[in-house]
């Protein structure tokens, strides 16, 4: 029996450690660590192992491309005026017959975003009407100093699809691929003589349905286009 | 060659051979109307038209001495006679015989209705491809002024009266007066804003009346014969003889003649019934701008108040019959295309109403007719209706809101059948075209 | 009879002026019913159908921007009646079925009546799933009017705008139906100095503008109210800018002035801000001369001002040519730098030889209440003297047409031709260049005889005087360039007609300058030199005890500059090769004196000068600026202007200081403290009597077959507004000369035919207008027009010319100028 004495004795002090673990704020405090140490380790291993975002998660922005490399965006500024942080500078201009960017007549000459303004928000997304805009899983984009922070169009722009040529195209060209943009709801607009304004006595008028054929369809979904990026 | 019948009031010397020569029309009576018209002062005259109930003929009914009564006198500007010759009205074609027959009867009601409104200058705007009628008005004319009854001296009585022949170049808006107005201006031919009317500030800024050629001619004869003569015919509110013109599926189409307040079934009969014995399904009281009633108004009396009550016009007295193997939606697309072709472009609804009807009726048509479109077709009507400038756009709106009104089942058989009528119709895009050619040239033969 | 009505307008009565349109009336009590077609200075049209309101008791609802308040109307609107409201939805649904959904792409987008109206009464789904009317994408109305006809609405407001503002109807619409369209003619573009008022009435994108053209949107332009310094109108206009630069300027509204409108000039000629001869820096000759003057520091160019002015430390003899562009606050502080700093009064405002007369009337002019624009609009009669209101103060045609249009104003002119208004006027008083005196001598003394002793002046000037005296306050309108005598003459005539009379220079701010006393023997304030008090008195405000001695005008400067009796030549902004009429005396005074001059782009005078100090814009400075009329108005900056470029004043103050003087002012702010000092003093001078002309009218006569030239600029020259601006440029109208019939029929010349004018040294050729405006005798020389490769300056012609038909077949197309030195 002469064994049960230390026995005991080591039974009390695991009790009083015990009940001073679980009373005492000191107790309670080396608790946390201790169960901590039994548990598998939650640390991220970034930057060498990146952990992947929800999918509608707020990245970096991305300027699109149709599939024959044309620019979706036109320009139109409407993501410079959702901006509630004014991060967002563009600036428009006139395709030409030698120069085109993107369909239809007007273009973004000059696409900038000051990441030292933007708040992520994703105002200007929903506000682009051609899906031009969209943004990415890309946060790594942080700088030490200002400039840095400000994105022009060559940074932002999609690059070129496989095997299609970087902008600007050939009006031309353009009409002979004879793609569809805008959901079919218009090719290469049939007027557009770029920076060359065909004279108003050229007059001609038509009905669309000479222009181009016309499937009858329920919705008229105008913002949506082929190719669209997804989220 | 046969009068035109039953009444032979304004149509007496249609069967006369030569009755656009001057001597033939003045050996059966022409020019005397006029002498009796010196013999009166102009509010005599105008007691006159008054007095016999003569409504105007060219479509609105408006009582024409009032109209004429209203004339800015004394503003030191001139007063200007306009006959409304532009007759492209769908359906109607009474002007045209008249002139071509009887020139002379429209010169000396032009003659008689200046001497009343105390005009010295006299417009008729003919629709440019009236050629046979321009030739004949410019032999009438030029007759006219070589007997001295036109010009500085009209009878010897030192009143003046000139006419000028203007031929318009064929569009359907420049029937409507101010429209018209424009057009003999040189301008575009676009309706004018009211205030100021015409009878104040029409043809060059200056008072004006335009008036129809069965209303000038008629008035000539009121004022020759006395107001009795002219309301012998017709009831009290709608007096007088009326040229009519029907066509559509009757065995003899035409120009007919009739008292006011005939019931339609019996000028139908009068036209020789229904083609083949088909049953009377619709038909357009009075051009393609009123709108359609269908077999179970064929008694009313033909007469304008009578129409008004039935939900429709006595309009220009061009009834046009269509029996049962008639697609009313069909007719009434043929109208729709019609005045979205002719609306001026001047007001939106109009332009744009016109536009996407027509569209709508090529949808259902088509088979892609959708079941909201009924309501559509109706909604934009309804904002079409007195919301366009002139009453052309109420006009497209007239055989759409009635056919909806009569034969909503029709419509929406196409829409379940996809396009296709019923199998007892036969289409008027395809096949009947040719027969309807025909029957016009039967119509023409006719007269 | 009243002259108001009382009506109800959604439940709330309110009276009006006989006549007010529904729509305006509603406007009163804060309803803005939508429209399109309506605009408040075109005729009603009520093409739209936006408007419909109900009106009790009537048959149909209303339109209510065609139609007039009648007393005891219950009229509801949108906001009470359903009537109304479905009717408007029903419009808006109407005009968008065929209107292309491409607002981004649109330069309207942001400021489009047709978004905002289908945002605040539309339908926000669309019922149309067929197919929209296309047609090719924009057309070029004209170099600067772009038309897309998908987006049009077919409002009529650009075609009424040119058929009942402007009366250019260039652009009409055509076809009919869903086609109808705007359109030009085969062979005119839309040539019309008013072009640009059709882009800013446009409710929707259908016409935009090429120099605009995708520029930026309506939230990134930085607006700043401004008045426009390209004539002497004063039209109010905005300003806008993108990042430090201007983009696009619009008309601002000023019932006063512009009513709503400005012209083509104004509006676009804004590309000499950012030309590549802009001026950036300043230059400097270096004392070698003959090379071109090269970019220096502020520091240089102000040690060299003060080393040419003042090299012993005495100021040597400067003349100060002001030009009539400087605003109110800088022609002042000319002034004063002249007579204090200077110790000279050898200033001009001008760049033409004035008669020594001139000064007087001008000095009598400016004390009085001279004719506004609204005098003209009501005049009834209005005289204009030696002008060419459309080519030379475009506003104020638009004004006389108004008041030709509305209220059948008889418009006379006087004088060797009157441009375009010839079509609008109802007597022409021809005479020979700048010998409209007397004309107006004679219309005074016809005033006089009333009528008994008519054989004495031509039927036609009794007409016209008769015309003068039947209504209350005749308008007499003096342009620049009427002849000797001309502007008190009609100041005389329309003091006895109890009238009123106006000098319409051309350039903005001749009357400023003219306020401001800078010219010879005028003195800020509206004193005069040759008063003993009045001279006293601004020269004890500055601080002098006596003032320089009287100066000498533009002639006699550059006489004596060419002599080497004035040393310096201190320009501020004045082409001096470019416009004066005598070139051997500015070659001989350019060579001769040394040049100081402050401008904005490079020209002909800059490359002579020797030092040249970049200036800011108008667009780039605060400042007061007085219009024709006399009203004086401020304007703010717009933009920054380059980083070197400094204020007139600014330049004026620190050369001062290098001289060691003080102006005793640093900004506008003091100036303006400074000018309030020599406020305009009440006076009225007599106009200066009538000259002895017996002599002279025999003279005029003179039976030899030279022709007089009458010489002046069409309003797109080759003027600064014109650098840089090639769309504005493009519309430029061809350079012709304008000849009578009776004078192009000994030629055998007829319209578009090639003619030589040949005098002094000069000769230039170009196509001819043969026209009865143009009085017989005289013959018109386009200046300073954009005929190419010209070389021959028209002004250099002299008075008389001889005028000769080229040989058909001699003259190239392609070189439609030829000009042998």
């Given at each position: 029996m002469e064994f049960l004495g230390p026995i005991l004795f080591l039974l009390l002090v695991v009790v009083l450690v015990g009940i001073a673990l679980n009373t005492t704020v000191l107790g309670r405090g080396m608790a946390m660590p201790l169960r901590q140490m039994l548990k598998k380790p939650s640390t991220s291993q970034y930057p060498e192992q990146p952990r992947p975002v929800t999918p509608r998660f707020h990245g970096r922005h991305q300027l699109n491309r149709y599939d024959d490399g044309l620019e979706k965006c036109i320009g139109c500024e409407l993501c410079a005026w959702a901006c509630p942080a004014d991060a967002i500078y563009v600036q428009g201009a006139n395709n030409t017959l030698e120069a085109r960017w993107s369909p239809g007549e007007r273009y973004a000459e000059d696409y900038q975003i000051n990441y030292s303004r933007c708040i992520l928000c994703g105002l200007c997304i929903e506000a682009c009407p051609t899906r031009a805009l969209t943004m990415t899983h890309d946060y790594e984009f942080s700088s030490d100093t200002r400039r840095g922070l400000v994105y022009t169009k060559d940074m932002l722009l999609a690059p070129a699809p496989e095997g299609a040529p970087d902008t600007p195209h050939r009006d031309k060209d353009v009409r002979e691929r004879g793609h569809n943009y805008y959901g079919g709801k218009a090719v290469s607009p049939p007027g557009l003589h770029g920076g060359d304004h065909l004279p108003a006595t050229a007059r001609t008028m038509s009905r669309a349905s000479q222009v181009l054929p016309m499937a009858p369809e329920s919705e008229a979904d105008w913002g949506d286009a082929p190719g669209r990026e997804e989220d | 060659m046969g009068t035109l019948g039953p009444v032979t009031a304004l149509s007496t010397r249609y069967d006369v051979d030569r009755a656009w020569d001057i001597d033939v029309y003045e050996d059966h009576g022409g020019y005397q109307n006029v002498r009796a018209a010196l013999d009166s002062t102009p509010d005599d005259m105008i007691q006159m038209i008054k007095d016999s109930g003569l409504r105007g003929r060219g479509g609105a009914g408006f009582p024409t001495g009032l109209k004429w009564s209203f004339i800015a006198q004394d503003t030191g500007k001139p007063v200007y006679l306009v006959v409304n010759a532009d007759e492209s009205e769908p359906g109607t074609f009474k002007d045209r015989p008249l002139m071509e027959r009887d020139p002379h009867s429209l010169v000396e009601g032009i003659i008689v209705s200046c001497l009343a409104i105390q005009s010295e200058m006299a417009y008729i705007y003919a629709r440019g491809e009236f050629g046979l009628v321009s030739r004949r008005l410019r032999h009438a004319i030029e007759q006219a002024y070589e007997r001295g009854y036109l010009g500085a001296d009209v009878f010897g009585s030192g009143k003046r009266v000139d006419i000028t022949l203007h031929r318009g170049a064929a569009a359907y808006i420049c029937g409507e007066e101010t429209a018209l107005l424009d057009s003999l201006e040189g301008r575009r031919g676009q309706p004018r804003l009211r205030p100021p009317f015409p009878a104040t500030h029409g043809l060059y800024g200056c008072p004006t009346t335009v008036n129809n050629v069965e209303t000038v001619t008629a008035a000539g004869y009121i004022v020759g014969q006395g107001p009795e003569w002219f309301n012998q015919y017709g009831t009290e509110k709608s007096a007088g003889p009326k040229l009519m013109c029907i066509s559509g599926e009757v065995k003899r189409p035409g120009n007919y003649e009739f008292a006011l307040g005939t019931p339609v079934s019996e000028m139908i009969a009068a036209a020789g019934g229904m083609l083949d014995d088909r049953e009377l399904k619709f038909f357009f009281p009075g051009g393609s701008s009123t709108p359609i009633l269908t077999a179970e108004h064929a008694d009313i009396p033909y007469t304008f108040e009578a129409m008004t009550e039935a939900d429709s016009l006595l309009g220009t007295g061009a009834l046009m019959v269509h029996s049962d193997k008639t697609s009313v939606v069909e007719t009434v697309y043929r109208y729709v295309k019609f005045y979205e072709h002719e609306s001026c472009g001047k007001c939106t609804p109009c332009r744009e109403g016109g536009y996407w009807t027509a569209q709508v009726y090529e949808r259902i048509l088509d088979g892609r007719g959708r079941a909201e479109d009924l309501d559509l077709l109706a909604d934009i009507s309804n904002n079409i209706f007195g919301r366009s400038f002139c009453a052309l756009g109420d006009a497209l709106t007239s055989p759409v809101l009635s056919s909806l009104e009569h034969f909503r089942d029709e419509y929406e058989y196409l829409l379940r059948s996809a396009g296709r009528l019923p199998d007892h119709m036969q289409s008027v895009r395809t096949a009947t075209a040719n027969e309807y050619l025909e029957r016009n040239d039967l119509a023409t033969a006719g007269v | 009879m009243t002259d108001t009505v009382t009506l109800t307008i959604d439940g709330k009565e309110i009276t009006v002026p006989k006549g007010t349109l529904l729509i305006r009336a509603a406007e009163q009590l804060g309803t803005i019913i939508p429209r399109f077609c309506d605009h408040p200075l075109l005729d009603p049209v009520g093409a739209c159908r936006q408007c419909i309101v109900e009106v009790e008791g009537q048959r149909k609802p209303m339109t209510a921007c065609t139609t007039e308040a009648a007393d005891g109307w219950v009229v509801n609107t949108h906001l009470t009646s359903d009537v109304a409201r479905t009717a408007q939805e029903g419009q808006l649904e109407f005009l968008l079925i065929n209107h292309p959904l491409d607002c981004p792409m649109c330069d309207k987008g942001g400021e489009c009546p047709l978004q905002d109206q289908a945002m605040a009464h539309g339908n926000h789904h669309s019922r149309f799933v067929d197919e929209k009317r296309k047609y090719d994408k924009p057309v070029a109305v004209s170099a600067q009017v772009l038309l897309d006809r998908e987006r049009c609405v077919l409002c009529a407001r650009c075609t009424r705008f040119s058929d009942q503002v402007s009366g250019d109807p260039f652009i009409e619409l055509f076809e009919r139906g869903a086609l109808e369209q705007v359109a030009i003619y085969e062979d005119e573009p839309y040539e019309s100095y008013f072009s640009g008022n059709v882009i800013q009435i446009c409710p929707v994108g259908a016409l935009t503008s090429t120099s605009y053209r995708f520029k930026a949107r309506p939230f990134d332009l930085r607006s700043t109210p401004s008045v426009c310094d390209g004539c002497s109108a004063g039209c109010s206009q905005t300003v806008q800018a993108r990042r430090g630069q201007v983009e696009r300027q619009l008309a601002r509204t000023n019932m006063a002035v512009n009513e709503m409108w400005n012209c083509d000039k104004g509006r676009f000629g804004y590309g000499h801000l950012t030309a590549d001869t802009r001026l950036t820096s300043p230059l400097v000759r270096s004392d070698d001369d003959g090379e071109e003057p090269v970019a220096a520091d502020w520091a240089t160019a102000l040690t060299r001002v003060r080393s040419i002015l003042a090299p012993d430390g005495e100021v040597v003899p400067t003349a100060v040519?002001?030009?009539?562009?400087?605003?109110d606050e800088d022609a002042y502080v000319a002034g004063k730098f002249a007579r204090t700093v200077l110790g000279t009064d050898d200033v001009d405002f001008r760049t033409r030889f004035a008669p020594a007369s001139e000064g007087d009337a001008l000095a009598a002019l400016a004390g009085r209440d001279t004719a506004t624009y609204d005098d003209v609009e009501q005049a009834g009669v209005v005289l204009t003297v030696g002008l060419d209101p459309e080519e030379e103060v475009p506003i104020l045609y638009l004004r006389l047409r108004k008041a030709w249009r509305n209220t059948k104003a008889r418009l006379v002119s006087v004088g060797a031709s009157s441009g375009s208004l010839a079509e609008l006027l109802w007597r022409r008083l021809p005479t020979d260049v700048g010998a409209e005196a007397a004309v107006l001598d004679d219309l005074a003394r016809a005033l006089d005889r009333d009528g008994d002793d008519a054989d004495q002046s031509s039927p036609m000037v009794a007409e016209v005087a008769d015309a003068l005296g039947s209504v209350d306050r005749p308008v007499v309108l003096v342009g620049e360039r009427a002849g000797d005598g001309a502007l008190a003459a009609a100041g005389r005539l329309a003091d006895a007609l109890g009238g009123k009379v106006a000098w319409v220079p051309r350039r903005s701010n001749a009357r400023g300058a003219l306020d401001q006393g800078l010219a010879a023997g005028l003195l800020p304030g509206l004193r005069r030199h040759d008063d003993d008090t009045q001279r006293a008195e601004v020269a004890a405000a500055w601080g002098l005890d006596e003032l320089p001695t009287r100066g000498r005008d533009l002639h006699e400067i550059l006489t004596l500059a060419g002599k080497g009796k004035i040393k310096v030549l201190y320009l501020l902004g004045v082409d001096l090769v470019r416009d004066v009429a005598d070139q051997r005396l500015v070659d001989k005074a350019l060579r001769r004196a040394t040049v100081i001059t402050h401008d904005i782009v490079a020209n002909a005078t800059t490359a002579h000068a020797d030092v040249v100090l970049p200036v800011t814009a108008s667009q780039e400075r605060a400042g007061t600026r007085t219009n024709w009329e006399g009203r004086r108005q401020q304007f703010r900056p717009g933009v920054a202007g380059p980083q070197l470029v400094q204020h007139d004043w600014e330049i004026l103050v620190q050369v001062t200081g290098m001289l060691g003087h003080d102006l005793g002012f640093t900004d506008l702010d003091g100036i303006r403290a400074d000018m309030a000092a020599l406020a305009p003093i009440d006076t009225t001078p007599d106009w200066p009597a009538a000259a002895d002309r017996s002599d002279t009218a025999a003279a005029a006569d003179d039976g030899d077959d030279t022709l007089t030239a009458d010489v002046y600029p069409l309003l797109l020259d080759n003027g600064v507004h014109q650098v840089n601006a090639p769309d504005l440029a493009a519309t430029a109208h061809d350079p012709h000369l304008r000849l009578h019939p009776d004078d192009a029929a000994p030629l055998g010349v007829s319209d578009g035919d090639e003619v030589t004018v040949t005098g002094g040294k000069a000769e230039l050729t170009l196509p001819v207008r043969v026209t009865p405006d143009q009085a017989a005798g005289t013959v018109f020389v386009p200046a300073n027009s954009t005929a190419p490769d010209q070389v021959d300056n028209p002004r250099h012609l002299g008075d008389r010319v001889t005028v000769a038909a080229v040989a058909s077949g001699s003259a190239t197309a392609d070189q439609p100028v030829e000009v042998n030195a």
């Open positions: - | - | 040519l002001s030009g009539g562009r400087l605003p």
